[in-house]
Nanobody, 121 residues
Framework: QVQLEESGGGLVQPGGSLKLSCAASGKIFSINVMGWYRQVPGKQRELVATISTAGRTDYADSVKGRFTISRDNAKNTVALQMNSLKPEDTAVYYC???????????????WGQGTQVTVSS
């Protein structure tokens, strides 16, 4: 019953910035944690950043100081502002929500389809 719509991916030069957005839709009352993960070929999907309803954030060490995650609880959206991008940030970025309260039940993880971010000259 939960759908995630991601946007903002694309091509950017090293040192540039990009902002990813994700909107959760459905008969949703609340979402505990929203976040972003990324995956490159041959590697396991990894955490980029998460944010709870209370505003607590967690970041991968590789993105601390460069990326900022934020959310709008009323709109069930989450954004990832990515600055000082590096070629190693190139990956498919996936929106994720956890602890979703629906009209009839609680559900755990839902994933977006992914959006490509490419950092290259």
């Amino acid at each position: 019953q939960v759908q995630l719509e991601e946007s903002g991916g694309g091509l950017v030069q090293p040192g540039g910035s990009l902002k990813l957005s994700c909107a959760a839709s459905g008969k949703i009352f609340s979402i505990n944690v929203m976040g972003w993960y990324r995956q490159v070929p041959g590697k396991q999907r990894e955490l980029v950043a998460t944010i709870s309803t209370a505003g607590r954030t967690d970041y991968a060490d590789s993105v601390k100081g460069r990326f900022t995650i934020s959310r709008d609880n009323a709109k069930n959206t989450v954004a990832l502002q990515m600055n000082s991008l590096k070629p190693e940030d190139t990956a498919v970025y996936y929106c994720n929500v956890d602890g979703v309260r629906l009209s009839t039940e609680w559900v755990s993880h839902y994933w977006g389809q992914g959006t490509q971010v490419t950092v290259s000259s």
